[in-house]
């Protein structure tokens, strides 16, 4: 197997998982405001960096959102197919706040996209 050919499926793979994604979140309009709103509020308290797992927790824990899965993502059994919120796309979310605010670009310390 060249390296081309090695490159070129991890690019297949990400895209595939950015394209998961963009489903996920067209699906799920609710999710985005609420991340949104509760990262603006940990700005506002001061923070200079803040973690997307808490900006997650506070959704998944403190209000009433459920989400529907992209496909390809197994449904949650409990549910009825719903999940409380996929945190799967957690990265994404991050990403696409630093890119709609440049403001605040690096808020969310993230890594370099990888192939899963």
Request: charged residues 30%.
């Given at each position: 197997?060249?390296?081309?050919?090695?490159?070129?499926?991890?690019?297949?793979?990400?895209?595939?998982?950015?394209?998961?994604?963009?489903?996920?979140?067209?699906?799920?309009?609710?999710?985005?405001?609420?991340?949104?709103?509760?990262?603006?509020?940990?700005?506002?308290?001061?923070?200079?960096h803040y973690s997307?797992?808490?900006?997650?927790?506070?959704?998944?824990?403190?209000?009433?959102?459920?989400?529907?899965p992209a496909p390809?993502?197994?449904?949650?059994?409990?549910?009825?197919?719903?999940?409380?919120?996929?945190?799967?796309?957690?990265?994404?979310?991050?990403?696409?706040?630093?890119?709609?605010?440049?403001?605040?670009?690096?808020?969310?310390?993230?890594?370099?996209?990888?192939?899963?």
């Open positions: 197997m060249t390296q081309e050919m090695v490159l070129g499926d991890l690019f297949d793979q990400r895209n595939h998982l950015e394209r998961k994604f963009e489903v996920y979140d067209a699906e799920n309009p609710h999710i985005w405001p609420l991340f949104v709103r509760f990262t603006f509020e940990t700005i506002e308290r001061g923070y200079q997307v797992n808490g900006i997650f927790e506070r959704i998944r824990w403190h209000t009433s959102v459920e989400a529907k390809g993502d197994p449904p949650n059994p409990d549910s009825g197919g719903s999940l409380k919120i996929n945190d799967h796309y957690r990265a994404y979310y991050a990403r696409k706040f630093n890119d709609t605010f440049p403001r605040y670009d690096g808020y969310f310390r993230t890594r370099k996209l990888r192939a899963a």
